[in-house]
């Protein structure tokens, strides 16, 4: 029992940065005015691409690149369907998880000749460069990289957002793209960034899934976590920490199903356990959502071009 | 001018698009294939003929089908209303398994049995649709997240009632066979494979035409969909629309659960729906939502499903190939705006050109 704490807060972390990468990522989408429910594809897509670049070339940062790379490939599918052409963004999106799914699928056939998991692949569990810090030091190189760089990714995104230019015309973009547009600011142009980087940081979420906390990628792996960092995205009220903050939030409950499988003899049959996370996610969501909340981005989802 | 416009809006244009958007997407996954080092056309061959090859293959593929026809009806209905449900998959699991249970525990003449197995079905199916709508009505948690989480959860439940309190304790992950009062009857006999769930999902079709069409509430359903502050300022209950919209959806969903155990597999299986719900949608925007239009799409994917189980085994490229086909086919819907756009610039030119 004694261990209790330090291993809820380690599985915490490891189980709420996938969701906060992907999280943050579509939190800045949003931001600038394009809905992407398809996060989960991302996620799975490049939980495979990073398992795919680890095998290939044996290094797990390249892996990790891969992963992200093929997070911004699909997820410029959406962008160009939703941005360019003026597309339903809900079901544009829906359209990222189905191929995320076939080429998943696909792929595992075709490079590792197999279904249902790839072979495993190098990984990256833990942070050795932290290991000489006295006392917590053992603790914190125990930690994937991955936990470090998602705080990391934080920091920047509230500073870019609350600070510079560019997370202004971010806000502008996703408010009123008409008077955006007469400002000088090119729309298309900053909705573009924001989709591809909300695509590279789901793509940091996946990765993280396939090489960061295993060694391999599973068909199924992802588990509706996309779906998931999307409620952290309204839980959080598209404000960085908030969003940040649910999202380790659906991390915890994670951890906590994962503590109760560890404990010997415990009376829950395992599928109850596994439901936790699901179950309060959905608790916690029923209990912070209000009425009116859903408005916040004032032209969130509505297309802006000259085919409508 | 204006008569190049008339004849350019309507059905016409959306059968057009949608053959676009198909043809399209299987050149694009023809090179996807390509890439791969792949014949294209023989993986084609070998999906067409795993579909249709034999008639024995077709009537699967019709089988194959029933489902994806309700599972689309279902996202079309809800989707009417703006409501995004895509946990269908979930309402199905459900509804299969309430099916299972009533259709093997319960004694009731035949016919009549039938009826309660399948009522049965669609009740739980509503049920777990319902609890998504009123979660979304009073609490405003997005549609599509409550969904997909009572997906998960259904999943889990299922597999915990089929492996715990109704295993059929023959050491498999199943229920007991349902009795032979509540089967749905055969159509065929062997080797064809077609029961009289075909019959159930077309009757399902006229009904929610019906109902979207010639009645008050697919009126309201409609407007509500169109637009939910006009139908606000006109009087109408918004929310009471759209939770009816999304039990009407899951009714479906259990329907279509209830058949597959009614009809071909006679008890619940652990993982017995393997993603007919998260097809429906394809399918529904195929259609553009409209009913009639969903037999034609879901036949369609219903036989790429079956063809694809050959495809697998003949040229080696896994069957999810069909998820990205499906995925490419919205991609390509989801761009009807530019298709149009450039289709109307392509037919005024023409019309500028016969006219001079």
Known sequence: MLNMIPFLISKTLAMGTPIAFTALGGCISERSGVNNLGLEGIMLASAFGAAVGSYFSGNAWVGILFGVGIGILISLIHGIVSITFGGKQAVSSMALVLIATGVSGVGLRGVFAQSGSSAQVANLPTSPIFAKIPVIGTWMSGLSPFVYLVFLTLAIIVLVITFTPFGLHITMVGENPKAAEAAGIPVHLVRYICVMISGALGGMGGAFLSIGNMNLFQTGMVAGRGYLALGAVTMGKWNPKWVFASAMFFGMFDAIQLYIQTVPGNPIPSQFVQMIPYVMSLALLCITMKRGDSNIIAAGGEPYTKFI | ?356
Request: with cysteine; net charge positive; aromatic share 8%.
């Open chain 2, 1 to 356: 001018m204006k008569q190049g416009r008339k004849s350019f809006s309507g059905l016409k244009i959306r059968i057009l698009i949608t053959t676009i958007a198909l043809v399209a997407s299987f050149l694009v996954g023809g090179l996807i294939l390509f890439l791969m080092k792949e014949n294209p056309v023989k993986t084609y061959m070998a999906l067409m003929q795993g579909a249709f090859g034999t008639p024995a293959a077709f009537t699967t593929s019709l089988t194959a089908s029933v489902p994806l026809i309700l599972s689309g009806l279902a996202v079309a209905v809800a989707f009417k209303c703006s409501a995004f449900n895509i946990g269908v998959e979930g309402q199905m699991l459900v509804g299969g398994l309430a099916a299972a249970v009533v259709g093997a525990y319960v004694k009731l003449p035949a016919g009549l049995h039938l009826i309660v197995t399948l009522l049965a079905g669609m009740l739980a199916g509503m049920f777990w649709a319902y609890i998504a709508a009123l979660l979304k009505v009073k609490r405003n948690v997005h549609i599509i997240i409550a969904t997909i989480l009572l997906n998960y959860i259904a999943q889990y439940l299922v597999q915990y009632l089929i492996l715990g309190p109704f295993n059929s304790n023959e050491g498999q992950a199943v229920t007991p066979l349902i009795q032979k009062t509540a089967e749905l009857p055969e159509l065929l006999k062997a080797p064809y494979v077609l029961n009289f769930g075909i019959v159930l999902a077309v009757a399902a079709i006229a009904v929610i035409y019906l109902l979207l069409n010639k009645t008050t509430l697919g009126y309201e359903m409609r407007a509500v969909g169109m637009n939910e502050k006009a139908s606000r300022i006109n009087g109408m209950n918004v929310e009471r629309n759209m939770v009816t919209a999304m039990a009407i959806s899951g009714m479906l969903a259990g329907l279509a659960g209830a058949i597959m155990v009614t009809g071909s597999m006679h008890r619940a299986i652990d993982g017995f729906s393997s993603g007919y719900g998260y097809n429906g949608i394809p399918i529904a925007l195929m259609a553009h939502n409209n009913p009639i239009g969903i037999f034609f799409s879901a036949v369609l994917l219903g036989s790429m499903r079956n063809g694809s189980l050959l495809m697998q085994s003949m040229v080696g490229i896994s069957k999810d190939f069909v998820d990205i086909i499906q995925g490419l086919i919205i991609i390509f819907l989801c761009s009807e705006n530019a298709i149009q756009y450039y289709l109307k610039k392509f037919m005024i030119r023409r019309e500028e050109k016969t006219d001079a």
